[in-house]
């Protein structure tokens, strides 16, 4: 068993900062990939940062440049460093696990078999 736990979400004002964590009880297997997604209320889930157990990174345009991901293994979790946010961040972040490695897949939902309950950011202006 993976089991995401998230943490670290709230509430802040345009600009501000986060940082999100995500805790497994282990990481899958051999190669894999960890990786946040986002929705908003009443939008699809949105696949925004993924690394895998090398530490290649992807991002989604929409949050390039502000946000980071990043993994601790010795503390077995994620993180996601959320900074210059905007209302459109407003959302329900979740972290998912998948095994294997594909970077064209790595924000798509299908590849991931392990999800958090989430985690939930307000952002206002």
């Known amino acids: 068993q993976i089991d995401p736990v998230e943490s670290g979400g709230g509430s802040v004002q345009t600009g501000g900062s986060l940082r999100l964590s995500c805790e497994v009880t282990?990481?899958?297997?051999?190669?894999?990939?960890m990786a946040w997604f986002r929705q908003p209320q009443g939008k699809l889930r949105e696949g925004i940062a993924s690394?895998?157990?090398?530490?290649?990174?992807t991002y989604s345009a929409s949050v390039e440049g502000r946000f980071t991901i990043s993994r601790d293994g010795s503390k077995r979790a994620v993180y996601l460093q959320m900074n210059d946010l905007r209302p459109d961040d407003t959302a329900i972040y979740y972290c998912?696990?998948?095994?294997?490695?594909?970077?064209?897949?790595?924000?798509?939902?299908?590849?991931?078999?392990?999800w958090g309950q989430g985690t939930r950011v307000t952002v206002s202006s």
């Open positions: 282990r990481f899958p297997y051999g190669r894999h990939l």
């Open positions: 690394i895998d157990d090398v530490g290649d990174i």
């Open positions: 998912a696990a998948g095994t294997g490695r594909n970077k064209d897949l790595s924000l798509t939902e299908q590849w991931y078999t392990s």
